[in-house]
């Protein structure tokens, strides 16, 4: 294996100034009652990068994303339908520290954790983005559209496609229907990653422009 070049270094490097500045924030009330912040995990040189909604129980005890039984669907999904582990490709959240009682986090709190999010995607620099959830999906996208009508398509975003989908656990409480929407998005994902990597054989899923999103509905209060 060839040694890192200076370029890779650097992101590497600025990465974790990334991960210590995210561990000792305090910008919001979150930081009171987390046992630790849960940055992300997997490969920060990740062509694709999962983002859900923010850390449950057994990710605080951890600091590991994507733990609890969302994240072994999660896992399993995306080695069914992707071929892939979680260490081949890069997870995180909306909130990196957990809201109480698994509650959603709050307008300030994602406020507040933004700045994170998008350096980590600017240092990452995946060629996808799946978005797992309502949350992330309105978050990226800049809509109030909620996930049933977003996902099923891939978006332009940031010089990058973005597929937004549902999140684990909706899946668990949804059984069969919402669990092929899920797979079928994730190969979706795959298609595209594979056809940015230089794979000829692979077909590319269309990508929509963000600018149709008002086609999708009046979207006035949707939530879901």
């Not at 969302?70 to 582990?85: I, V």
């Not at 298609?191 to 990597?197: A, D, H, K, L, P």
Request: hydrophobic share 40%.
């Amino acid at each position: 294996m060839s040694p890192p070049d200076s370029q890779t270094q650097g992101a590497d490097s600025a990465f974790e100034e990334l991960r210590a500045a995210a561990e000792s924030c305090t910008s919001c009330g979150l930081c009171e009652q987390r046992t630790q912040v849960v940055f992300g995990s997997g490969d920060p040189h990740a062509d694709l990068m999962f983002i859900g909604e923010g850390p449950g129980a057994e990710e605080d005890r951890t600091g590991l994303p994507f733990v609890g039984r969302s994240g072994k669907l999660l896992d399993r999904l995306m080695g069914e339908e992707m071929g892939l582990t979680r260490d081949s490709v890069y997870i995180a959240n909306v909130v990196k520290c957990r809201p109480p009682a698994n509650r959603d986090p709050r307008p300030e709190e994602i406020a507040a954790c933004r700045p994170h999010l998008e350096r980590q995607l600017e240092l990452i620099d995946p060629k996808v983005v799946v978005t797992l959830g309502n949350f992330s999906s309105k978050l990226l996208m800049d809509t109030r559209i909620g996930i049933t009508k977003l996902r099923g398509r891939a978006y332009a975003w940031s010089g990058r496609a973005l597929v937004p989908t549902l999140h684990p656990a909706a899946v668990l409480r949804g059984g069969g229907d919402a669990m092929a929407m899920v797979r079928a998005d994730l190969v979706r994902a795959q298609m595209i990653v594979n056809r940015s990597t230089g794979d000829p054989s692979e077909t590319e899923p269309a990508v929509v422009d963000l600018t149709e999103l008002s086609e999708l509905a009046d979207v006035a209060g949707a939530n879901r």
